[in-house]
């Protein structure tokens, strides 16, 4: 399965939403690191701050399906922010094999978001259709084989 691109950067805003939450909550995520941090205090109404932990516990639980290395390439590329090359140098694996994994775990985390109900589907007219896509090609593109 490839998801278009528009549906992979909303589950990637999805999780920096995650992120800053959870920091506001005064929590590192746990994908980041168990580190508890002293939240600034603010004046906000009790249903907000419990809103706010069952988003941070549901998106854990959520992550927590994905495979360990699927974890951290999530942790790794979208919530510390670094590219898929530092990545691959940091993995000591091909900047593809980063592509590609990074791209299903965010494809697998939309599934999973949806299935919950935390990531409203795509309406039917908005999604792209990825059906006749192939999945990847053994022929460089202007090649026939």
């Known amino acids: 399965m490839r998801l278009p691109s528009f549906e992979r950067m909303r589950t990637m805003a999805l999780l920096y939403r995650f992120l800053r939450t959870a920091l506001s909550l005064g929590r590192m995520p746990s994908l980041v690191g168990r580190e508890i941090f002293r939240a600034r205090v603010r ?13 941070v516990c549901d998106i854990e639980k959520c ?10 390439l999530i942790a790794y590329c979208v919530l510390e922010n670094r590219s898929e090359w530092e990545a691959s140098r940091q993995f000591q694996t091909s900047q593809g094999f980063i592509s590609r994994h990074l791209g299903h775990a ?6 999973t978001l949806c299935r919950r109900g935390l990531l409203p589907p795509m309406p039917p007219g908005m999604a792209a259709d990825t059906s006749a896509a ?3 090609s053994d ?4 090649r026939k084989s």
């Open 106 to 111: 965010l494809d697998v985390l939309h599934v």
């Open 139 to 142: 022929v460089p593109p202007g």
């Open 43 to 55: 004046a906000r109404p009790p249903s907000a701050f419990e809103d706010a932990v069952l988003f």
């Open 134 to 136: 192939p999945e990847s």
């Open 63 to 72: 992550l927590g399906e994905l495979k360990p290395l699927e974890q951290r």
